[in-house]
């Protein structure tokens, strides 16, 4: 076979591994677009030499097939491209993948995920296949939707892809009802908890685990707070106070603020005054309509929403069928009667023994059980 042809479904499966991690290195920062990752690869006496690595620049600015390319030169001529989603015809800003995958001489590409765009679905695999491009496609595909869930969650249902995180005692709390302050997961969940508000576009909370707990929602890891997500707050009344920690540092890292329409204007004046950037959406239920607000988020570029707190609103997505994802942190502490239930009016068993998920990850984490779900349907 042809150098730049060896098609070895294990050799394929390996390559595509590190196209996927180095598009995730990006994830969090490329929103709307996904984190995408491309390598180009020679294969020199059967053996695999990278010769070019791409991954979607930040704010989406930069195409990782373009950078991969750039980076090869005239190696790409006949080479062969692994990347993490199918090329694309054209993009917005004019760019086209599978022109310039073709003029530099890509012999064949290996592609992990179609397009989830239903006009565009395969549409950039026929273009490459009609100027003589081999391609294999489909290689760790369910990988690869993990890696863009948020930008095929946009593309199919129009919503962000939702995350939600709870971290619950071992009887099922996640504090007390006194509203004391207290930290229920060991140190190692707290890590990841950094890692996944990086990977996010937005983290969300609620009005009451705002005012109770003063959070920052920015990353704490060292060296990384300019890696924060947006941070969003549900505040029908708009409630939040203009000293509070999100206000306060609204001018370094986004806050953005989920009104009703009854919300007091002369407050919500105030927090845009100081920096907050105060979004109002219909009421339903006697709450904010959880559904339009997914939908205000997506048009405005939101693709990964992590949600962090508090019990109603984690009750609320849960029940809607809107949590495509569950992170648990189960610490061994037990809080006891005087505690708060994960789920507002609802026991975890809700998620645990429900059909609707399964798990993807169960690992430990210190002290902590950390479990991973994912939903079924």
Known sequence: ??????????????????????????????????????????????????????ATSPGGVGHATEIALAEAGEAARGATCYVSLEPAIRHADGYSDTDALIGAGIARLVSALDDPDSRRTRSGYARLREAGVGVTAGVLGEEARRLHA????????????????????????????TGERMLVSGPEAFQRLQMMRIEADASLIGIETALVNDPSLVVRAAG?????????VLD?????????????????????????????????????????????????????DIRAMLKLLAERGITRLLVEGGARVAATLV???LADEVVLFRAPVVIGPD??????????????RSPRYRIIEDARLGEDRMIRYERTN
């Open 224 to 232: 990384m707070r300019a890696f924060s997500p947006i941070r969003i």
């Open 339 to 352: 505690g708060v239930r994960a789920l507002a009016g609802g026991a975890l068993s809700a998620i645990e």
């Open 150 to 177: 948020g930008f095929v969650s946009v593309a199919t249902l129009g919503r962000p892809h939702v995350t939600l995180k709870l971290a619950v005692s071992a009887d099922g709390m996640i504090g007390r009802k």
């Open 1 to 54: 076979m042809a150098q730049g042809l060896i098609a070895d479904p294990e050799m394929d499966r390996r390559l595509m591994a590190a196209a996927l991690r180095h598009g995730r290195r990006s994830q969090g920062r490329t929103h709307p677009a996904p984190a995408v990752g491309a390598l180009i690869v020679r294969f020199e006496d059967g053996a695999p030499v990278i010769v070019g690595r791409g």
């Open 319 to 321: 029940s809607n069928g």
């Open 236 to 288: 029908r009344d708009a409630r939040l106070g203009l000293t509070s920690a999100l206000v306060k540092s609204a001018g370094e890292t986004p806050l953005w603020l989920i009104v009703g329409p009854e919300a007091d204007a002369g407050a919500t004046a105030a927090l845009a005054s100081a920096g907050v950037t105060v979004l109002p959406v219909g009421a339903s239920s006697g709450g904010l």
